[in-house]
């Protein structure tokens, strides 16, 4: 409780968590909420502008931009929340076993994580969909075997970390199972380390799935893609801005948000944290 109220008081957070709401919410929603079908060609309408029937206007095919925008949500943030949460899953899993159990379990999934983690994320990630080939499901996958060993390596951290606290030695020694230490004691306890790391990760693969389907590597056409979106304005960048305004600016604002949120989850889950950025404000204002 004092979390959500620490949270609550921070206006950026709540914009910040309304708009990914909303974004959830309009993709979820995208058949009923686009007004035309994403994919529909009407050559007639090809680089029309704004009107009260295609608020966002039209692109090279006649599309809409507005509906393809809606569309887009699904593949550049659904689904990337998918895999991330798939990523953390399994990297909290192999965390809390290395965390807890320590010695060889610990020295085994480490080096395993070290091997992974060993390779540039994005060279990598490119390394693995050029050899399952382009698509969206190519793309998750190789976004979870990249990222859960970072998170993995950081849940252990913050695992063991908790671990060598009295309340959960005396669970060791009053008896109580491994695993229900784990469950009601230490995952409790790094619960707030997850959610930040995971926001935060979340930016940066949303960044990653446009970046692929930019460069052609991700969603094909004829389905919607932000990044897909940016790729197809380029051609007329100059005398047609505005198609790539749309997609530029949905990405730009749903991934501050992200950041925006994980920030705001840091300070409220750490109260040493809050209470530091206070004073270094309170200063700033006496200089």
Not at 116 to 142: K, Q
């Amino acid at each position: 409780m004092k979390v959500i109220t620490r949270l609550a008081k921070d206006k950026l957070a709540m914009i910040s968590l309304a708009i990914i709401a909303v974004t959830i919410l309009l993709g979820l929603g995208a058949p009923i909420m686009a007004p035309h079908d994403p994919q529909e060609v009407n050559m007639s309408l090809r680089y029309a502008g704004l009107s009260w029937d295609y608020l966002l206007g039209n692109d090279h095919l006649g599309r809409c931009i507005l509906s393809r925008l809606l569309y887009g949500i699904r593949p550049s943030v659904l689904w990337v929340a998918v895999a991330l949460f798939i990523s953390v899953l399994i990297g909290a899993v192999l965390g809390f076993l290395a965390g807890y159990y320590k010695g060889k379990t610990d020295a085994l999934i480490m080096r395993i994580c070290d091997v992974m983690l060993s390779f540039p994320g994005y060279v990598m990630t490119l390394a693995i969909v050029g050899i399952l080939g382009t698509g969206l499901a190519n793309i998750l996958i190789a976004f979870v075997c990249m990222k859960w060993a970072w998170f993995a390596r950081v849940i252990r951290a913050s695992v063991s970390q908790y671990s060598e606290l009295d309340y959960v030695k005396f669970a060791k020694v009053a008896g109580i199972g491994p695993m229900t230490i784990i469950y009601r004691h230490l995952m409790p306890a790094a619960l707030s380390d997850i959610a930040v790391i995971s926001s935060s990760a979340m930016c940066s693969m949303i960044l990653q799935m446009s970046g692929f389907s930019f460069l052609g590597l991700g969603i094909q056409a004829p389905h919607s893609e932000w990044g897909m979106m940016l790729n197809e304005a380029r051609s007329v960048m100059f005398s047609k801005p505005q198609l790539m305004l749309a997609p530029g600016c949905a990405i730009m604002i749903i991934v501050a948000a992200f950041n925006f949120l994980s920030d705001a989850l840091q300070i409220a889950l750490d109260p040493k944290l809050n209470a530091s950025t206070t004073r270094i404000r309170v200063k700033e204002v006496k200089i």
